[in-house]
């Protein structure tokens, strides 16, 4: 049964409020603000949105798209949700009929996708021509334009698949893609996408066609790059540092630059939060997306303490979650999480850098402006009051960043962003952070808000959207 269309008599985007801060944020009213699993605290209902993790906005700003797996935990059948969103005032309405979600095994009315196997990123391309969601394998699908459905890619090209995987499907089958929680990135120029494997430690490297959106594995070398070319998933890939050491190790995220120039990686021991956790710095050949890396420490960062040897060591970088790069491309973000080693007491940093237009490689800010710390204050770092970062981005004009906390009970961090020099620093009052608590102790309440895995902005910077772990989609206006 299809969603209820959201919204209908929501107000436009209003001008921001008298005294509240640039960046601050309100819940839209009513169940325009919130879509759960089924309908409560004031929420509208949704399908194939449980356990959600990632939240997408088309470039366009007619779509959101929300991706997880349905079972609670980081395992359990996939599931995409498909949404039109209301440019004037930020409403999403679930897509009727078929078009409104897949799902695995089919369950939650949604249309069966057997290859949607453990998804734990969404992500569309710029020319808004397709989508992509990632978990143990990359499936791909085609977005018309107009109303934001999806339709998964015919045979081969609509999934892929690690060549040692011993599942049976019919995917097309690609070196890495072994990981548990693989990230994906697009290029900005669309002839690229690339997917961190956090099993065999690397970045598998695809060429995109512009016409079908459907992917290929550049040749030999190119096509992947990986902490131990000897694995089985990882044969012929070249070998680069960055990507973890030891075994069960390597990105759990990666990104490139909006100027099209470098692409980073984040890797770290699971259940080592604070040891041998690496951010990759590897340069984009803007003709073939084909990556290759520096000698010594221009390779990779590493925290200070027990760090991958060779790398130029950082503060704030243990147990990453996510790399994140300002618009202007002058500033990289290491956002850290307790989630994965579950050593929720340390609390989550975020280390913050200038980056290099020519070579990429980031230099850390000084002193305070270096590093934020959560949960508590730390000498030497800019303290916020929240627990975690599962998610940090930047909105579109630069001037502030959003985080997820996904720790119980999560919160959502609102901060301006010194755009001379990308510094962070937490808004003033409640506008700081929000919260579905009744009793906020200091933040905004927030319906529905529970344990948000991942924030997304919409191009215009009007709204911010925030997928939770209790499976829920927040829709929030970004006051200017």
């Known amino acids: 049964m299809p969603v209820l269309a959201v919204g209908l ?19 839209l009213p009513g169940r325009a603000g919130c879509l759960l699993t089924r309908a409560r605290d004031g929420c509208g209902a949704a399908r194939g949105i449980a356990g959600v993790r990632s939240v997408a906005v088309s470039q366009d700003g007619r779509n959101v798209y929300v991706a997880g797996s349905e079972a609670e935990g980081s395992f359990g059948f996939g599931s995409l949700g498909a949404f ?98 693989q990230d994906v990135a697009i290029s900005p120029d669309d002839r690229n ?13 695809f060429a995109r066609d512009a016409s079908s959106g459907a992917l290929s594995q550049l040749p030999d070398a190119q096509g992947c790059l990986s902490r131990d070319p000897m694995l089985p998933g990882a044969a012929g890939c070249t070998a680069a540092r960055g990507f973890g050491t030891g075994p069960s190790t390597g ?99 975020v280390g913050e850098f200038a980056r290099n237009p020519t070579s990429g490689r980031p230099t850390q800010l000084r002193g305070r402006a270096g590093c934020l710390r959560l949960r508590a204050s730390e000498p030497g770092c800019t303290s916020a009051h ?3 970062v599962a998610a940090l981005t930047i909105s579109p004009d630069g001037a502030n960043a959003y985080i997820a906390d996904g720790v119980f009970p999560g919160r959502l961090g609102a901060f301006g962003r010194d755009r001379s020099t990308g510094a962070l620093a937490p808004l003033p009052g409640r506008a700081e952070c929000m919260t579905r608590s009744r009793r906020p102790r200091g933040c905004t309440r927030v319906r529905g808000l529970f344990s948000p895995r991942d924030v997304a902005l919409s191009p215009d910077g009007r709204n911010v959207y925030a997928a939770t772990s209790n499976g829920g989609l927040i829709t929030l206006r970004r006051h200017r």
């Open 193 to 205: 996408v690339y997917v961190s494997d956090d099993v065999n430690g690397g970045v598998a490297v």
């Open 386 to 388: 929240l627990a975690d």
């Open 9 to 27: 008599l929501i107000a436009p985007a209003a001008a921001r409020a008298a005294g509240a801060p640039g960046g601050s944020l309100s819940q």
């Open 251 to 349: 990105p759990v995220a990666v990104t490139v630059s909006p100027d099209g120039r470098s692409v980073y990686t984040a890797a770290w021991i699971f259940g080592e939060a604070d040891n041998r956790s690496a951010v990759a710095i590897l340069a984009r050949d803007p003709g073939t997306g084909a990556l290759s890396q520096g000698p010594g420490a221009a390779a990779c960062l590493s925290n200070r303490e027990g760090g991958e040897a060779g790398c130029a060591r950082a503060r704030a970088i243990g147990g990453p979650s996510e790399v994140t790069l300002s618009p202007d491309n002058r500033n990289l973000y290491v956002s850290t999480t307790t989630l994965i080693s579950g050593e929720a007491d340390l609390g989550g940093e």
């Open 84 to 181: 039109a969103r209301d440019r004037r005032t930020g409403a999403v309405t679930q897509l009727d009929g078929a078009a409104a979600c897949f799902s695995e095994d089919g369950s939650d009315g949604c249309t069966a996708l057997p290859a949607l196997h453990f998804v734990h990123r969404v992500a569309v391309s710029g020319d808004g021509r397709n989508v992509y969601a990632v978990g143990q394998r990359v499936v791909v699908f085609a977005r018309d334009t107009s109303t934001g459905a999806l339709t998964p890619l015919p045979g081969e090209a609509g999934c892929i698949q690690s060549v040692a995987s011993n599942q049976a499907s019919n995917c097309a089958r690609a070196r890495l893609l072994g990981g548990f929680r």
